[in-house]
């Protein structure tokens, strides 16, 4: 199995930063993507950033700019720089690993408990 911790969450004023962290542990052989969703109340749970072993990144179109996601290939760990940040950020933020395990052959997804970030205006 993967476990996911989370950090870095907390509460803000727009416009400033916060750096979440997520570990991954586990009986882990290899870990493909890692990213991070986030999911709102009320609303549907959503990507916000994610990256390959080989550092390609994606982003969604709201955080392309003020975001960046990293990660530490040999510590299992990824990281979300949040700068500029705006209400609208205010959600739980969910790290996320694709990896195999010695368990069982493939990549299965995994997720973590979730950190809360709010942004106050």
């Known amino acids: 199995q993967v476990q996911l911790v989370e950090s870095g969450g907390g509460l803000v004023q727009a416009g400033g930063s916060l750096r979440l962290s997520c570990a991954a542990s586990?009986?882990?052989?290899?870990?493909?993507?890692m990213g991070w969703d986030r999911q709102a109340p009320g609303k549907e749970r959503e990507l916000v950033a994610l990256?390959?072993?080989?550092?390609?990144?994606n982003y969604a179109d709201s955080v392309k700019g003020r975001f960046t996601i990293s990660r530490d290939n040999a510590k299992n760990r990824v990281y979300l720089q949040m700068n500029d940040l705006k209400p609208d950020d205010t959600a739980v933020y969910y790290c996320?690993?694709?990896?195999?395990?010695?368990?069982?052959?493939?990549?299965?997804?995994?997720w973590g408990q979730g950190t809360q970030v709010t942004v106050s205006s």
């Open positions: 990256i390959t072993s080989g550092t390609t990144t």
């Open positions: 996320n690993a694709r990896a195999r395990t010695i368990a069982k052959p493939g990549y299965y997804n995994y």
């Open positions: 586990g009986s882990i052989v290899s870990i493909s993507t």
